[in-house]
C-alpha cells in the first residue's frame, strides 16, 4: 500500500498538515482514534492523531518539534510515507452527551478537536462548543482549518488577546462552567493544562474526557511504554486510550513518563541538523 | 562404543561479543558436523523424535549429515520445520530432543540444534528450495499473527493446497522471533531468509493488518473457510509494586522490542532510541531475562543484575542461556525478591528495595518455593529496572472478538481439536497456553493445521 500525500499546507510557523492516502485507517476511523506513522524504513513508529477522513485520505496535523516532524516538513506532496497503521486505540463513547466543550491548546489537541466536535454533531440532542487557544495571533491556523464549521459555537482564545478572546482555554472554560450548563467536556493538547483542566471540570462536577499522549512503541498493547495510572490501575494509552476520564488519571506520572527520552531526542536532532548542513 | 564428548562449538570471545549484536556460537563445519552426526548411535527406537512437538525426522536426518548428504538432511528437515535455521538456535533441546539422547547417560548427548543450524544454514547460503508441487484446493484460510504458531500452521496448510492469508499488526513478520529474540542469538539474515519462504510457497502476507482494528474480524469469518488465532502472548507483566511509574523502568518487552524490531543500539541512524544505565537490574530468570540482561551489557551497561526470587538451577532459562550470560560478566543475585522501587525528585529510578528469600515446600510444578525472610530487606542501586516476569496472551485482538471465550487469565479456550467456541475459528500458540516456547508454538501450528483441514474437508 501506497501512502502518498496529496496536500501539504502551513498551519502557523511550527505547524503543518498533510493530507495522506490511508485508505486501511480511513475505513473504520472514529474519532479518539489515532494512527500510527513509520516515516522511513529506520523510522519510529510515532502516534498520531487524526483530523479528518475524506475517502481513502487522512489528514495529519505536526509540529515541527521532534526529528521526524522536522524530516517529513522537507517532504513534499506526491512523496510517500513507509508506513501508515491504525485507527488505533479505543474511542470513548460517540453519542448523545448534551451540551459538550472540546478545549484545544496545541496541534495534537486541535486536530482531534476537529474530528471529535464533527461527528458529535451530527448526533441529535448535542451542542457543541469548540474552543481553540493559541499564544498568539501570529500563532492561529489559518479560518478554514479551524473548528468553526464542524461546532455549533466557536471560541477563539489568544493568551495575550491579540485576537479573538483573551486567555488560555481554562480561562474560557471556567467563565463558560460558571455561566451555563456543560454536560461533557473533551480537552486535547499539552499534558500539563489536560492536567488543570481535569481539576477545574472536577470542581464543578463536569466529566472530562483527556487525550492523555505518552511514548508508544509497538502501539499494540506489547510494550507496556505509555502505561498510564487511572484510579491506581495500569492501563494501556494505546489499546485502553488514548482519551481517558482526566479526574481519574494521574497527571504527575503522565508528565514525568512523556519526559524520558528528552535527552536521545536531542540527539536525534542535533543528527538532522548537521545532516541538513550536509544537504545545503 | 560412541564418542562421549561433543565436537565444541566455536563461540565469539566474550570480551569481544558484549560490544556487538553478532550471532554468539559461530557454527559446525562440515567437518564438524558430519563428525558430530557420527557420534549418533542410530537407536533403534529414536528417544530424540518423541520430544520433538513438530516431530521431526531425527534420527534420519543425523545419519544423512553422518553420510554428508546435506540437501537431503536439509529438506527432511523442512518437511517438518519450515524453520530449521531458527529452531536449531532457540529450541530448548536439552528438555527435548538432546535431553532424551541415550549418550547423555555415558556421556554428552548428540548436539542436534547445532546439527539442524548447520544444515539449514547452508541451504540459506546455497538458496536451496524443495520442488513443492502445490495442488490448488481452492479454499481460503486466514490466519492472525505471523508469529511461530501462525507461520507453522500457514505452511502446512499450504502445502495441502489452501490459499492461506497471514494478518501481522507489526509492520515486520515473524513475532517474537523478530520483535524478541535478539540477533546474537538469532542472526536477522537467519530470520529474514527463513520467513521469505512464506512468500516463495505463496502464502500472503499482510502486514500492518490489525485484525479487530483496521479489518473487521467478520469479515474474515465470512471471507475465509476458516480461521486461525495465533495472536501470542506478548502483553508484558508488571510487579505491581510502588516505583512503576518511574522514568527508565522498562518491561522486557519493551526494552526488547526497542532492541531487536526498532533498532535502537543503531540509533541515532536508526530513530527509535533506548536509554540503559550503567547499573542495571533485570527481574526473573527466564530466557527473557537472558535476553534484556545480555542486551543492556551490550548497551554498555556496566553492571547488570540478574535478580531472581529462586536459584538459577532452578530458573526458567535454559542453561545455555545462563552460561553464555555468566561469561559476559551478567551478576546473578539469587534468593532475593523485588519490593518496591525508590527515584529521585526528577522522576529516575535510583533504586530498589529488596528481600531475600528462602525455600519453604513446593509449588505445583515441583519447583521450590520461595518466601521472604523477615527484616531482610536491603536496598540496590539501580538506574535502569527491566522487568522480566513473562507475559500474557494479546488483549488487543481478543477485545475486538465478540462472543469468544476466553479464560480469567486471558487464554482462549478451545475443544481438543484447536477449535474455539465459534464454528471454523481455531486458536494456537500462546494465545492459548499464555507463554511456551517457540517449537511448542509451532507444534500446536501444525496440530491445528490438521484439525482445520479435518474441519474444512468435512472429514472431522
Same mark, same amino acid.
Given at each position: 500500500?501506497?501512502? $502518498?500525500?496529496?496536500?501539504?499546507?502551513?498551519?502557523?510557523?511550527?505547524?503543518?498538515?498533510?493530507?495522506?492516502?490511508?485508505?486501511?485507517?480511513?475505513?473504520?476511523?472514529?474519532?479518539?482514534?489515532?494512527?500510527?506513522?513509520?516515516?522511513?524504513?529506520?523510522?519510529?513508529?510515532?502516534?498520531?492523531?487524526?483530523?479528518?477522513?475524506?475517502?481513502?485520505?487522512?489528514?495529519?496535523?505536526?509540529?515541527? #518539534?521532534?526529528?521526524?516532524?522536522?524530516?517529513?516538513?522537507?517532504?513534499?506532496?506526491?512523496?510517500?510515507? /513507509?508506513?501508515?497503521?491504525?485507527?488505533?486505540?479505543?474511542?470513548?463513547?460517540?453519542?448523545? /452527551?448534551? $451540551?459538550?466543550?472540546?478545549?484545544?491548546?496545541?496541534?495534537?489537541?486541535?486536530?482531534?478537536?476537529?474530528?471529535?466536535?464533527?461527528?458529535?454533531?451530527?448526533?441529535?440532542?448535542?451542542?457543541?462548543?469548540?474552543?481553540?487557544?493559541?499564544?498568539?495571533?501570529?500563532?492561529?491556523?489559518?479560518?478554514?482549518?479551524?473548528?468553526?464549521?464542524?461546532?455549533?459555537?466557536?471560541?477563539?482564545?489568544?493568551?495575550?488577546?491579540?485576537?479573538?478572546?483573551?486567555?488560555? /482555554? #481554562?480561562?474560557?472554560?471556567?467563565? #463558560?462552567?460558571?455561566?451555563?450548563?456543560?454536560?461533557?467536556?473533551?480537552?486535547?493538547?499539552?499534558?500539563?493544562? #489536560?492536567?488543570?483542566?481535569?481539576?477545574?471540570?472536577?470542581? /464543578?462536577?463536569?466529566?472530562?474526557?483527556?487525550?492523555?499522549?505518552?511514548?508508544?512503541?509497538?502501539? $499494540?498493547?506489547?510494550?507496556?511504554?505509555?502505561?498510564?495510572?487511572?484510579?491506581?490501575?495500569?492501563?494501556?494509552?494505546?489499546?485502553?486510550?488514548?482519551?481517558?476520564?482526566?479526574?481519574?488519571?494521574?497527571?504527575?506520572?503522565?508528565?514525568?513518563?512523556?519526559?524520558?527520552?528528552? $535527552?536521545?531526542?536531542?540527539?536525534?536532532?542535533?543528527?538532522?541538523?548537521?545532516?541538513?548542513?550536509?544537504?545545503? | 562404543? &560412541?564418542?562421549?564428548?561433543?565436537?565444541?562449538? +566455536?563461540?565469539?570471545?566474550?570480551?569481544?561479543?558484549?560490544? @556487538?549484536?553478532?550471532?554468539?556460537?559461530?557454527?559446525?563445519?562440515?567437518?564438524?558436523?558430519?563428525? %558430530?552426526?557420527?557420534?549418533?548411535?542410530?537407536?533403534?527406537?529414536?528417544?530424540?523424535?518423541?520430544?520433538?512437538?513438530?516431530?521431526?525426522?531425527?534420527? @534420519?536426518?543425523?545419519?544423512?549429515?553422518?553420510?554428508?548428504?546435506?540437501? *537431503?538432511?536439509?529438506?527432511?528437515?523442512?518437511?517438518?520445520?519450515?524453520?530449521?535455521?531458527?529452531?536449531?538456535?532457540?529450541?530448548?533441546?536439552?528438555?527435548?530432543?538432546?535431553?532424551?539422547?541415550?549418550?547423555?547417560?555415558?556421556?554428552?548427548?548428540?548436539?542436534?540444534?547445532?546439527?539442524?543450524?548447520?544444515?539449514?544454514?547452508?541451504?540459506?547460503?546455497?538458496?536451496?528450495? %524443495?520442488?513443492?508441487?502445490?495442488?490448488?484446493?481452492?479454499?481460503?484460510?486466514?490466519?492472525?499473527?505471523?508469529?511461530?504458531?501462525?507461520?507453522?500452521?500457514?505452511?502446512?496448510? +499450504?502445502?495441502?493446497?489452501?490459499?492461506?492469508?497471514?494478518? *501481522?499488526?507489526?509492520?515486520?513478520?515473524?513475532?517474537?522471533?523478530?520483535?524478541?529474540?535478539?540477533?546474537?542469538?538469532?542472526?536477522?539474515?537467519?530470520?529474514?531468509?527463513?520467513?521469505?519462504?512464506?512468500?516463495?510457497?505463496?502464502?500472503?502476507?499482510?502486514?500492518?493488518?490489525?485484525?479487530?482494528?483496521?479489518?473487521?474480524?467478520? %469479515?474474515?469469518?465470512?471471507?475465509?473457510?476458516?480461521?486461525?488465532?495465533?495472536?501470542?502472548?506478548?502483553?508484558?507483566?508488571?510487579?505491581?509494586?510502588?516505583?512503576?511509574?518511574?522514568?527508565?523502568?522498562?518491561?522486557?518487552? *519493551?526494552?526488547?522490542?526497542?532492541?531487536?524490531?526498532?533498532?535502537?543500539?543503531?540509533?541515532?541512524?536508526?530513530?527509535?532510541?533506548?536509554?540503559?544505565?550503567?547499573?542495571?537490574?533485570?527481574?526473573?530468570?527466564?530466557?527473557?531475562?537472558?535476553?534484556?540482561?545480555?542486551?543492556?551489557? +551490550?548497551?554498555?551497561?556496566?553492571?547488570?543484575?540478574?535478580?531472581?526470587?529462586?536459584?538459577?538451577?532452578?530458573?526458567?532459562?535454559? @542453561?545455555?542461556?545462563?552460561?553464555?550470560? *555468566?561469561?559476559?560478566?551478567?551478576?546473578?543475585? %539469587?534468593?532475593? &525478591?523485588?519490593?518496591?522501587?525508590?527515584?529521585?525528585?526528577?522522576?529516575?529510578?535510583?533504586?530498589?528495595?529488596?528481600?531475600?528469600?528462602?525455600?519453604?515446600?513446593?509449588?505445583?510444578?515441583?519447583?521450590?518455593?520461595?518466601?521472604?525472610?523477615?527484616?531482610?530487606?536491603?536496598?540496590?542501586?539501580?538506574?535502569?529496572?527491566?522487568?522480566?516476569?513473562?507475559?500474557?496472551? @494479546?488483549?488487543?485482538?481478543?477485545?475486538?472478538?465478540?462472543?469468544?471465550?476466553?479464560?480469567?487469565?486471558?487464554?482462549?479456550?478451545?475443544?481438543?481439536?484447536?477449535?474455539?467456541?465459534?464454528?471454523?475459528?481455531? &486458536?494456537?500458540?500462546?494465545?492459548?497456553?499464555?507463554?511456551?516456547?517457540?517449537?511448542?508454538?509451532?507444534?500446536?501450528?501444525?496440530?491445528?493445521?490438521?484439525?482445520?483441514?479435518?474441519?474444512?474437508?468435512?472429514?472431522?
Amino acid at each position: 500500500m501506497k501512502h $502518498t500525500i496529496t496536500r501539504k499546507e502551513v498551519l502557523n510557523s511550527a505547524d503543518y498538515l498533510i493530507d495522506v492516502v490511508a485508505p486501511n485507517v480511513a475505513k473504520r476511523f472514529v474519532p479518539g482514534n489515532f494512527c500510527v506513522l513509520i516515516t522511513i524504513p529506520e523510522g519510529e513508529r510515532i502516534p498520531m492523531s487524526i483530523q479528518k477522513v475524506e475517502g481513502d485520505i487522512i489528514t495529519l496535523y505536526f509540529k515541527k #518539534l521532534g526529528k521526524t516532524s522536522r524530516e517529513l516538513d522537507t517532504w513534499k506532496v506526491g512523496d510517500s510515507i /513507509y508506513k501508515i497503521i491504525g485507527p488505533m486505540g479505543s474511542p470513548p463513547p460517540i453519542k448523545k /452527551y448534551g $451540551t459538550v466543550v472540546f478545549a484545544s491548546d496545541l496541534v495534537c489537541g486541535h486536530a482531534e478537536n476537529w474530528a471529535m466536535c464533527e461527528i458529535l454533531k451530527k448526533i441529535p440532542g448535542n451542542h457543541i462548543i469548540s474552543i481553540q487557544s493559541f499564544p498568539t495571533e501570529a500563532d492561529i491556523y489559518p479560518d478554514k482549518e479551524l473548528c468553526e464549521p464542524v461546532a455549533d459555537e466557536f471560541i477563539l482564545a489568544t493568551e495575550d488577546g491579540s485576537r479573538g478572546v483573551k486567555g488560555h /482555554y #481554562l480561562d474560557v472554560l471556567q467563565k #463558560l462552567l460558571e455561566e451555563r450548563k456543560i454536560d461533557q467536556v473533551f480537552a486535547g493538547g499539552g499534558i500539563p493544562p #489536560l492536567q488543570k483542566i481535569s481539576e477545574l471540570t472536577k470542581k /464543578y462536577n463536569v466529566p472530562v474526557y483527556t487525550t492523555v499522549r505518552q511514548i508508544m512503541v509497538d502501539a $499494540t498493547g506489547m510494550c507496556g511504554s505509555c502505561r498510564v495510572f487511572i484510579d491506581g490501575e495500569q492501563k494501556l494509552a494505546c489499546i485502553d486510550g488514548p482519551m481517558f476520564d482526566g479526574h481519574k488519571v494521574d497527571w504527575e506520572a503522565a508528565i514525568s513518563r512523556l519526559a524520558m527520552f528528552t $535527552t536521545k531526542e536531542a540527539q536525534a536532532m542535533d543528527c538532522l541538523n548537521e545532516k541538513m548542513k550536509g544537504v545545503k | 562404543m &560412541a564418542i562421549a564428548k561433543r565436537v565444541p562449538m +566455536r563461540e565469539q570471545d566474550p570480551k569481544i561479543r558484549i560490544t @556487538n549484536f553478532d550471532s554468539v556460537p559461530l557454527g559446525y563445519s562440515a567437518e564438524e558436523a558430519v563428525k %558430530e552426526a557420527k557420534r549418533c548411535i542410530q537407536c533403534k527406537v529414536p528417544l530424540c523424535e518423541t520430544g520433538c512437538p513438530v516431530r521431526m525426522e531425527i534420527k @534420519n536426518i543425523i545419519q544423512l549429515i553422518a553420510d554428508e548428504k546435506f540437501e *537431503e538432511a536439509f529438506f527432511l528437515s523442512k518437511k517438518d520445520n519450515a524453520v530449521p535455521a531458527m529452531t536449531g538456535r532457540v529450541c530448548p533441546q536439552e528438555d527435548q530432543c538432546e535431553g532424551v539422547c541415550v549418550l547423555d547417560k555415558t556421556g554428552q548427548p548428540i548436539n542436534i540444534g547445532k546439527l539442524f543450524a548447520f544444515v539449514a544454514d547452508l541451504a540459506r547460503k546455497k538458496d536451496l528450495n %524443495e520442488e513443492l508441487k502445490i495442488k490448488e484446493n481452492g479454499k481460503k484460510i486466514a490466519i492472525v499473527g505471523c508469529g511461530p504458531a501462525g507461520i507453522t500452521c500457514a505452511v502446512d496448510l +499450504r502445502k495441502l493446497g489452501y490459499q492461506v492469508t497471514i494478518f *501481522e499488526a507489526l509492520h515486520m513478520a515473524g513475532g517474537v522471533l523478530q520483535y524478541g529474540i535478539p540477533a546474537f542469538r538469532l542472526p536477522r539474515d537467519v530470520v529474514d531468509y527463513e520467513l521469505s519462504y512464506l512468500e516463495k510457497i505463496g502464502v500472503d502476507l499482510q502486514l500492518n493488518q490489525i485484525v479487530g482494528q483496521n479489518i473487521a474480524f467478520e %469479515e474474515l469469518k465470512k471471507e475465509y473457510q476458516g480461521v486461525y488465532i495465533a495472536t501470542g502472548a506478548g502483553a508484558p507483566r508488571f510487579l505491581g509494586c510502588e516505583g512503576e511509574k518511574l522514568k527508565g523502568v522498562y518491561s522486557a518487552n *519493551e526494552f526488547l522490542i526497542r532492541v531487536n524490531l526498532m533498532k535502537a543500539y543503531k540509533f541515532p541512524d536508526w530513530d527509535t532510541p533506548i536509554i540503559c544505565g550503567n547499573s542495571v537490574g533485570v527481574i526473573g530468570c527466564g530466557n527473557v531475562a537472558m535476553d534484556a540482561a545480555r542486551c543492556a551489557k +551490550r548497551l554498555g551497561a556496566k553492571k547488570v543484575y540478574v535478580l531472581y526470587r529462586r536459584t538459577k538451577e532452578c530458573a526458567p532459562a535454559r @542453561n545455555e542461556e545462563i552460561h553464555h550470560a *555468566e561469561e559476559e560478566g551478567i551478576l546473578f543475585r %539469587e534468593m532475593i &525478591a523485588p519490593c518496591k522501587m525508590f527515584g529521585n525528585e526528577d522522576g529516575w529510578v535510583t533504586g530498589m528495595q529488596m528481600v531475600k528469600t528462602e525455600f519453604k515446600g513446593c509449588d505445583k510444578s515441583g519447583r521450590p518455593s520461595p518466601v521472604y525472610i523477615k527484616d531482610s530487606e536491603f536496598v540496590i542501586e539501580l538506574d535502569t529496572v527491566i522487568n522480566a516476569l513473562g507475559t500474557s496472551p @494479546n488483549r488487543l485482538f481478543l477485545s475486538n472478538v465478540e462472543g469468544l471465550d476466553t479464560h480469567s487469565w486471558g487464554g482462549i479456550k478451545t475443544d481438543e481439536n484447536f477449535m474455539t467456541n465459534i464454528p471454523g475459528v481455531f &486458536a494456537g500458540g500462546d494465545a492459548l497456553t499464555g507463554g511456551s516456547t517457540v517449537i511448542e508454538a509451532m507444534g500446536n501450528g501444525r496440530d491445528a493445521a490438521e484439525a482445520i483441514d479435518k474441519f474444512v474437508t468435512g472429514d472431522a
